[in-house]
């Protein structure tokens, strides 16, 4: 899969997901190894004109947080009125030194910063939906409005808003790619595993950095 050829050009995007501290090692919602995508990403993307950060930006108090329910339990699954939901430790709360971006990132070119995860009754993993799979977070038409046509999804959490983004990146129609080495995952209870399916059926490609800096030059 990764002998696939990704070239990059002006209708190529970098989405760089979630890169912020409290998914650094030692941050309540650490991402192990987290902090080893940094040097990746700031490398890939020199390669990229367009750039599209995110940032997991929650209200104090969102409902995705178990400290929001009574006898709450950190990664518990509850039923919300749009389906499961999974139970986080308070992350990325608006204003935070948590949910800025992770020391060390460094892209000064980035053109966009999108923050998600803004309503209080509504999880977003995704960078173009959130959790009820119908309110848009305008990345979409933002991508649109610059003819871009491609994108290469890099950041944490593989299994979680990465995948989600990568997905309904693939079903926008917009051909998909996944730096592997660029992201890390949480991997609860085999979440990897279906992401990477989930992945794979909607048609995302998995390339490496080393792979896309040779295409990239070629």
């Not at 509850?78 to 992350?91: A, D, R, V």
């Not at 060390?104 to 959790?131: C, M, N, Q, T, V």
Request: contains cysteine; proline residues 5%.
């Amino acid at each position: 899969m990764a002998s696939a050829t990704l070239n990059i050009d002006n209708k190529t995007a970098l989405l760089v997901v979630d890169v912020q501290n409290d998914f650094m090692p030692n941050g309540p919602l650490a991402v192990p190894q987290g902090d080893e995508v940094i040097p990746v990403i700031n490398r890939i993307a020199a390669h990229f004109h367009q750039v599209v950060i995110t940032q997991d930006w929650h209200p104090a108090g969102h409902l995705s947080f178990s400290s929001a329910h009574p006898d709450g339990q950190d990664y518990q699954t509850i039923t919300m009125p749009y389906g499961p939901q999974c139970l986080w430790p308070e992350h990325c709360i608006q204003g935070s030194k948590g949910a800025e971006l992770a020391e060390g990132l460094a892209i000064p070119h980035a053109r966009l910063i999108l923050r998600k995860g803004i309503h209080r009754e509504i999880d977003s993993y995704s960078a173009f939906l959130e959790a009820d799979r119908r309110t848009a977070t305008g990345l979409l038409a933002w991508l649109q409005a610059h003819d871009i046509h491609q994108v290469v999804v890099v950041g944490l959490a593989t299994d979680f808003c990465v995948g989600w983004t990568a997905i309904d990146a693939a079903k926008a129609g917009l051909s998909t790619w996944v730096v592997e080495d660029a992201c890390r995952a949480i991997d609860l209870n085999g979440s990897l595993s279906r992401a990477k399916q989930a992945m794979q059926e909607a048609g995302v490609k998995f390339i490496t950095a080393e792979h896309l800096h040779h295409h990239s030059e070629s």
